[in-house]
């Protein structure tokens, strides 16, 4: 950050700190809180890297929900009490309006942190996923691996033991990582607020969905359905700073309610269990892992079908089946639509043949795929354009033709996308 836009940030938020206010001695009064949109207003035009930079690490306004953000996260360490409104300035180590405007350009200008965001792995998924993974876990890309935490933690530091049977009946948010369970470990660059989110955390749940969505794709893994006592299942990003070793544990972020329950009632997928021996499983599972860890590798150059795979797996958790479908076809779109061909023959039809030449290994076998996507397509038309109420019996019977077709088109594009030299 070059001296100049340090000034104008200083001079900015020397102007805005004293009008910051609390509540309860631990948080932010929002209702008086001050615009900080001028700070981001500050910064170089969008092509510029620092812009870019900090859009990465933070999100679209970085500057505003940074300071705040960093505001909240020191707060709330701090005792809840009755107390008034209060400026911030009033809490001595607020006090020096100059020396927090200093820490907290410096904050962003070592930006940025990094993070451990781990998602377990459901128990049925485990028993499919479990035996591919060796003791010291499997590299999916240099910063997503499956890994079971040994105990102790390895570098995560653990909680202290809780009652197993209250934390289950209770539904709280974990504190940690549990010794012996598999998780998906993804390392995140930027900033993941107390509070809220970011752009590192919704890149997280991002790749977490898509992973689970090519493990569906690819046969693994299969959508159940879980039965809990007590509610719903929730199921959590759990995110721990590289600020210390073992990494200190930050907090558990929550999965919406469709996913947690989507990712809840994942079990092995019937075809990988009526056809492959129990004896063969961990081979057939390791390759087809390490599959999924190639093309999520190229995701920075080419990010379209975990894309695909994300939008399929959000299909899958839908609790409305009239949004499920149109995320299905969304998966579809987003592997073979192309815009100016789309203008010129329709994008339901570019979308028919391609997904036909595709997947079909026969002529009759295309034949069917155009004829069964048409109606498809024009189901989706129906609830985009007019508000489709519900969906019909057949039409119910579409969706899941859809994500049939979907899984289809992501096993052949990953096929190529592994062929690739590039790959």
Same mark, same amino acid.
């Given at each position: 950050?070059? +001296?100049? /836009?340090?000034?104008?940030?200083?001079? $900015?938020?020397?102007?805005?700190?004293?009008? %910051?206010? !609390?509540? @309860? &001695?631990?948080?932010?009064?929002?209702?008086?809180?001050?615009?900080?949109?001028?700070?981001?207003?500050?910064?170089?035009?969008?092509?510029?890297?620092?812009?870019?930079?900090?859009?990465?690490?933070?999100?679209?306004?970085?500057?505003?929900?940074?300071?705040?953000?960093?505001?909240?996260?020191?707060?709330?360490?701090?005792?809840?009490?009755?107390?008034?409104?209060?400026?911030?300035?009033?809490?001595?180590?607020?006090?020096?309006?100059?020396?927090?405007? +200093?820490? /907290?350009?410096?904050?962003?200008?070592? $930006?940025?942190?990094?993070?451990?965001?781990? %998602?377990? !792995?459901? @128990? &049925?998924?485990?028993?499919?996923?479990?035996?591919?993974?060796?003791?010291?876990?499997?590299?999916?890309?240099?910063?997503?691996?499956?890994?079971?935490?040994?105990?102790?933690?390895?570098?995560?530091?653990?909680?202290?033991?809780?009652?197993?049977?209250?934390?289950?009946?209770?539904?709280?948010?974990?504190?940690?990582?549990?010794?012996?369970?598999?998780?998906?470990?993804?390392?995140?660059?930027?900033?993941?607020?107390?509070?809220?989110?970011?752009?590192?955390?919704?890149?997280?749940?991002?790749?977490?969905?898509?992973?689970?969505?090519?493990?569906?794709?690819?046969?693994?893994?299969?959508?159940?359905?879980?039965?809990?006592?007590?509610?719903?299942?929730?199921?959590?990003?759990?995110?721990?700073?590289?600020?210390?070793?073992?990494?200190?544990?930050?907090?558990?972020?929550?999965?919406?309610?469709?996913?947690?329950?989507?990712?809840?009632?994942?079990?092995?997928?019937?075809?990988?269990?009526?056809?492959?021996?129990?004896?063969?499983?961990?081979?057939?599972?390791?390759?087809?892992?390490?599959?999924?860890?190639?093309?999520?590798?190229?995701?920075?150059?080419?990010?379209?079908?975990?894309?695909?795979?994300?939008?399929?797996?959000?299909?899958?958790?839908?609790?409305?089946?009239?949004?499920?479908?149109?995320?299905?076809?969304?998966?579809?779109?987003?592997?073979?639509?192309?815009?100016?061909?789309?203008?010129?023959?329709?994008?339901?039809?570019?979308?028919?043949?391609?997904?036909?030449?595709?997947?079909?290994?026969?002529?009759?076998?295309?034949?069917?795929?155009?004829?069964?996507?048409?109606?498809?397509?024009?189901?989706?038309?129906?609830?985009?354009?007019?508000?489709?109420?519900?969906?019909?019996?057949?039409?119910?019977?579409?969706?899941?033709?859809?994500?049939?077709?979907?899984?289809?088109?992501?096993?052949?594009?990953?096929?190529?996308?592994?062929?690739?030299?590039?790959?």
């Amino acid at each position: 950050m070059h +001296a100049g /836009l340090r000034q104008r940030l200083a001079k $900015l938020l020397a102007a805005a700190l004293p009008k %910051v206010h !609390i509540t @309860h &001695n631990s948080f932010l009064d929002w209702e008086s809180f001050p615009d900080l949109t001028e700070l981001d207003a500050s910064l170089p035009g969008p092509k510029n890297d620092l812009q870019k930079a900090l859009v990465a690490y933070v999100g679209d306004l970085p500057l505003r929900s940074f300071i705040t953000g960093v505001l909240s996260d020191e707060l709330q360490r701090r005792p809840f009490d009755d107390s008034p409104k209060r400026p911030l300035t009033d809490i001595s180590e607020y006090a020096d309006v100059s020396a927090l405007t +200093a820490r /907290l350009i410096d904050a962003v200008d070592q $930006l940025p942190r990094t993070y451990s965001v781990l %998602v377990s !792995i459901p @128990h &049925n998924a485990v028993r499919v996923i479990g035996p591919a993974v060796s003791q010291g876990g499997l590299d999916l890309t240099p910063d997503v691996k499956l890994f079971t935490v040994p105990e102790g933690g390895g570098p995560y530091a653990v909680p202290e033991k809780q009652d197993v049977l209250p934390f289950i009946l209770s539904g709280s948010a974990p504190t940690g990582v549990t010794p012996g369970n598999l998780y998906l470990a993804i390392t995140c660059q930027g900033y993941i607020p107390t509070f809220g989110s970011s752009t590192p955390l919704e890149f997280a749940s991002f790749i977490s969905r898509a992973f689970f969505g090519l493990c569906i794709a690819q046969l693994l893994l299969s959508r159940g359905r879980a039965f809990r006592m007590g509610g719903p299942h929730r199921r959590y990003l759990l995110v721990y700073m590289h600020s210390a070793e073992p990494y200190p544990f930050q907090d558990a972020y929550e999965f919406p309610i469709d996913i947690s329950e989507a990712i809840e009632s994942l079990a092995i997928h019937p075809f990988f269990a009526e056809k492959i021996p129990p004896e063969h499983r961990p081979k057939w599972a390791l390759k087809d892992l390490t599959d999924i860890g190639a093309v999520m590798t190229r995701h920075v150059e080419d990010d379209r079908l975990l894309r695909a795979a994300q939008w399929l797996f959000d299909s899958y958790a839908a609790t409305n089946p009239l949004l499920a479908f149109v995320q299905a076809t969304t998966s579809l779109e987003i592997l073979l639509g192309d815009k100016t061909l789309s203008d010129l023959v329709g994008l339901g039809a570019l979308l028919g043949n391609r997904c036909a030449f595709l997947i079909g290994k026969s002529r009759s076998q295309r034949d069917k795929i155009l004829t069964d996507f048409q109606r498809i397509y024009e189901t989706r038309s129906k609830i985009v354009h007019r508000g489709h109420p519900r969906l019909s019996p057949t039409e119910e019977n579409d969706l899941w033709m859809l994500r049939w077709m979907c899984s289809r088109v992501i096993q052949e594009e990953m096929k190529l996308v592994l062929a690739d030299p590039k790959a």
